[in-house]
């Protein structure tokens, strides 16, 4: 491990470990989510215990349907962040949640074939003949 790594990876601990102390588990920032209403296992969840399951999967844990189903709706828009009265960062928890649930396999590993075919399509828009030929 690169000492890079291995200050990513300390980090990663201590802000865990920052956020499983500093959250209250109101659910204030699942209620300001604005894709709840688009999710159906999270339009009637209880909030808090949302919340409760996306700590569980930061620690290695499965939660349940609905927080992952929150995990894996996030767009980032981080309304939540300005709901936390706890400043937790919630925007954060939930990637650090994401980063968990890809390594524990709760959620499916990206297929980056899959993204690098959908890179190739939008460059193909904006390249001429001779640099898709050159550089695609
Ligand atoms: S992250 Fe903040 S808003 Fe969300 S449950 Fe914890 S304390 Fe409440």
């Given at each position: 491990m690169t000492a890079r790594h291995a200050d990513l990876a300390a980090l990663r601990e201590s802000e865990t470990a920052r956020m499983l102390a500093a959250?209250?588990?109101?659910?204030a920032c699942v209620e300001a989510c604005p894709m709840v209403p688009y999710v159906p296992a999270l339009q009637d969840a209880d909030r808090p215990a949302v919340v409760r399951g996306v700590l569980e999967v930061l620690t290695g844990g499965e939660g349940d349907a609905a927080s992952r189903a929150w995990i894996a709706s996030c767009?980032?828009?981080g309304s939540c962040n300005a709901a936390c009265p706890e400043a937790v960062n919630p925007q954060l928890m939930i990637r650090l949640a994401t980063w968990r649930a890809s390594e524990t396999g709760l959620l499916p590993q990206r297929d980056t074939s899959i993204v690098m075919s959908r890179v190739k399509v939008f460059a193909r828009l904006g390249f001429t003949e001779d640099e898709q030929r050159d550089w695609l």
């Open positions: 959250c209250s588990q109101c659910g767009t980032r828009t």
